[in-house]
């Protein structure tokens, strides 16, 4: 067995669940940002902002009308610039921007978490930011991955894999298309197989020894 001589480092979590105007991040916009972040295990922060796209944005009825919302109610939404504003605040209490170590920088997770970063990466683009990458290690966790991997190896085997269809398979209970409620059941599901992924790699280790 070969040794690794490792400096461990805090383990940085930032889960994300963004709510939308369509599926296009250049054409369309954020109307609901939530995150949470988790340090070693623990919930140290969340927060939940519904964003008012920005004027060039384009809404599509058919987006606004799975979210549940209207271009009236987005309208009325908080101001973009200072949506991004306080997430900056936010993410530089727990990382240092401009140090070159990856591991000190979050891992970014979620539900179909590319989406979501597709979206923030031009949410920043549009606030004159173009430095997202500061923030994060690039070593994206995505539970829909997670899951397709378990279907791959016949643990799981549902019809459809949308969150709301598997948060019923594992009892979690969900109010879909709300971020903060996503990415709370998204978090409840990740923790779930982050079990199941510690004992087999016990079970592995126990068995090679």
């Known amino acids: 067995m070969i040794e690794l001589n490792v400096v461990r480092k805090m383990n940085k979590l930032l889960y994300l669940d963004i709510e939308t105007t369509g599926i296009h991040p250049l054409f369309n916009g954020i109307v609901e940002l939530a995150v949470m972040i988790e340090i070693d295990g623990k919930i140290v922060e969340s927060h939940h902002w519904k964003v008012k796209p920005f004027e060039n944005d384009r809404i599509n009825a058919s987006a606004l009308e ?66 997202i990458g500061s923030w994060f290690n690039w070593k994206k966790l995505d539970v829909l991955q997670l899951l397709y991997w378990m279907h791959y190896k016949n643990e799981i085997v549902l019809d459809s894999y949308k969150l709301d269809v598997v948060c019923k398979h594992f009892g979690i209970e969900l109010t879909a298309h709300n971020a903060m409620n996503d990415i709370t059941a998204t978090r409840e599901l990740f923790k779930k197989f982050e079990d199941s992924i510690m004992f087999i790699s016990q079970e592995n280790n126990v068995n090679s020894e």
Do not use: C, H, R, S
């Open 66 to 131: 799975i979210i549940g919302v209207t271009v009236d109610e987005i309208n009325t939404y908080e101001d973009p610039n200072k949506v991004y504003w306080k997430l900056i605040k936010i993410l530089e209490k727990y990382v240092n921007k401009f140090d070159k170590d990856k591991a000190n920088k979050f891992y970014p997770i979620g539900y179909n978490v590319q989406f979501d970063l597709d979206f923030l990466k031009e949410f920043f683009v549009k606030n004159g930011d173009k430095y």
